[in-house]
């Protein structure tokens, strides 16, 4: 089977640093994605990662552990528009169908 | 650039009735995927397209149904629509071989059944 946990809600504050932790357990991996979906509009995509490791690109990094079936995206330098879902998902075996957590309900405080 | 879009909107049905969602592809993109999203949730897969064939398909009966056209554009079919599918229908397209085959949204449509 194929299951995605990551917490349901955080909080934190404006300027500040927040990690959201994705597991997953899946037959087979093809690549890890992080999305942002705010309230009412559709996903837009962050980041992805294939191989262990920490990907940067700007405030946003994503991290992956193949073997500990673990990811995180670290969210530097909080803004309020950051206040967002944020969805972890994983390709799975055969490459084409992408699993998806429930999301991650960010809300960034002043 | 032109991202992806789809149609319409907002759609209001009755149980029983039939809906055909649109989706067009980001330019440069060949493959459609489908996706329902209820609240408070994640995305949930439908099915994947490419070449015009369905290529996989997530746990969903055979009332949905899809179609793809050769300028890449889709379609999504719901028949004998039940009050559990009120959801925002998400379509997403990627590019075979393109970095991570990373998919990009549409706004989705959200279908409210009564």
């Known amino acids: 089977g194929q299951n995605i946990d990551q917490p349901t809600e955080m909080t934190a504050t404006e300027g500040a640093i927040v990690q959201i932790n994705c597991t997953y357990q899946?037959?087979?991996?093809?690549?890890l994605f992080w999305y942002q979906q705010h309230a009412g509009e559709a996903p837009t995509f962050l980041s992805y990662?294939?191989?262990?490791g920490l990907e940067e690109k700007g405030r946003f990094s994503s991290f992956l552990s193949r073997s500990k079936g673990y990811s995180y995206l670290l969210l530097k330098e909080l803004q309020m528009k950051d206040s967002a879902s944020y969805l972890c998902?994983?390709?799975?075996?055969?490459?084409?169908?992408?699993?998806f957590g429930a999301g991650t309900r960010l809300f960034v405080k002043a | 650039d032109a991202g992806v879009t789809q149609s319409p909107t907002h759609l209001i049905k009755t149980r029983g009735q039939q809906v055909t969602l649109r989706c067009s592809p980001k330019?440069?993109?060949?493959?459609v995927s489908w996706y329902q999203q209820a609240l408070g949730q994640g995305p949930q897969f439908i099915f994947q397209?490419?070449?015009?064939?369905?290529?996989q398909r997530g746990n969903f009966p055979d009332r949905f149904s899809g179609h793809q056209f050769p300028n890449y554009s889709s379609e999504l079919n719901v028949n004998a629509l039940l009050l559990g599918d009120s959801a925002l229908y998400l379509c997403?397209?990627?590019?075979?071989?393109?970095?991570?085959?990373?998919?990009?949204f549409g706004p989705g449509t959200r279908l409210l059944v009564l």
């Open positions: 997403a397209s990627s590019l075979v071989g393109g970095a991570g085959e990373t998919q990009y």
């Open positions: 899946t037959s087979g991996f093809n690549g």
């Open positions: 990662n294939v191989l262990d």
């Open positions: 998902a994983v390709r799975g075996p055969g490459g084409f169908k992408t699993i």
């Open positions: 330019s440069g993109h060949d493959t």
């Open positions: 397209y490419y070449e015009e064939e369905e290529r």
